[in-house]
């Protein structure tokens, strides 16, 4: 048990390094008025309880680097408020 537990806690770091940490620089220079930049520690803990929640399934975007890519360009884009401005100029 003590071995699921501890694979369990390093996949949960892992991605905190792999997936937040670039998410929030891209985030900290692209909209430095976010939420997410002006509260980093606030940020990181609720993203950290996030990926403990859901670390089965983040475990698929770890294993492989493109998922990790389109992962962190989403999240950010999502954080940033893009895609609500990109459907508002594709609606017709």
């Known amino acids: 048990m003590e071995y699921i537990i501890a694979f369990y806690i390093a996949g949960v770091l892992l991605a905190m390094f792999k997936l937040w940490l ?8 692209v909209s430095p008025n976010n939420p997410l930049a ?6 990181t803990l609720v993203v950290f309880i996030l990926f403990t929640l859901f670390f089965p399934i983040m475990f698929w975007v770890l294993l492989f680097d493109e998922k990790a890519i389109t992962f962190i360009e989403h999240f950010v884009r999502g954080a940033t408020g893009e895609d609500e401005k990109s459907k508002k100029n594709n609606e017709f």
């Open 22 to 29: 670039p998410s929030y620089k891209i985030i900290k220079l």
């Open 38 to 43: 002006r509260a980093p520690i606030g940020s």
